[in-house]
């Protein structure tokens, strides 16, 4: 247990919808990650969060967003759901300081129909 | 763009055997690689790498970085079936853009008894 809570582990939604998706870090860790793992694309990094602001942006689509509330957990918002969204959704949080290791939760899976 | 290839693709062994894992990278201003290990969950972290040439070794496993040539290994001697996973190979960039990683799509490793 890597002390990453994500909620909720699995969900099944229709295209055009919207979803949220939640991640609590660790005690003590001020960044939050987010990673979107599906079979044909790998682990890809979709956005960082550090102490409430955006800090790293990586391929993140316009209809994802996401933020980091001042108790630091942190919301991916997934809208206008197209089939190809349905991928594993990692959050990871790392320690404040120059330690780049990431502890990760253990994902919700979307599936869109 | 930032980029990390692995190399093998799949690996079958037996347990007892020893394997070698590699990871070669492009980045733009390296901070540091870092190496996981996915079984049916979320990655969890085994080594971070910054210095060329030091190796770092927890168990049996090691692993050791060449910024020269641009690539890392990770070694695992005497292979149980508890090795069995994916090992995924990741780059980070310096601090303004640390969060960024990049993974590479992994190496499924296989430990038959």
């Not at chain 1, 699995?10 to 793992?37: E, F, K, M, N």
């Not at chain 1, 108790?71 to 991916?76: A, G, T």
């Not at chain 2, 394997?19 to 969950?41: A, G, I, M, P």
Request: glycine share 8%; charged share 20%; with cysteine.
């Amino acid at each position: 247990d890597s002390g990453v809570t994500q909620t909720p582990k699995h969900l099944i939604t229709a295209t055009g919808q919207r979803v949220t998706l939640r991640c609590s870090p660790r005690s003590g860790d001020l960044s939050v990650y987010w990673y979107q793992q599906s079979l044909d694309q790998g682990l890809q990094f979709l956005i960082q969060y550090y102490n409430g602001e955006e800090r790293a942006k990586g391929n993140i689509l316009e209809r994802f967003s996401a933020q980091q509330f001042p108790d630091l957990h942190s919301e991916l918002n997934l809208s206008s759901l197209e089939l190809g969204d349905s991928a594993l959704y990692f959050c990871a949080s790392s320690a404040p300081g120059e330690s780049y290791e990431q502890y990760f939760g253990p994902g919700t899976r979307l599936t869109v129909t | 763009e930032d980029k990390v290839v692995q190399s093998p693709l799949s690996l079958v062994v037996h347990e007892g055997d020893t394997v070698t894992l590699n990871c070669s990278y492009e980045v733009t201003n390296f901070r540091s690689l870092l190496w996981y290990k996915q079984e049916k969950k979320a990655p969890t972290f085994l080594f971070m790498l910054t210095s060329s040439g030091i190796e770092k070794k927890s168990g049996r496993l090691s692993s050791i970085l060449d910024k020269k040539e641009l690539f890392s290994i990770l070694n695992i001697t005497a292979t149980q079936t508890g090795d069995s996973a994916v090992y995924l190979c990741a780059v980070s960039p310096l601090w303004a853009n640390a969060g960024k990683s990049t993974f590479g799509d992994g190496t499924t490793l296989t430990v038959k008894p």
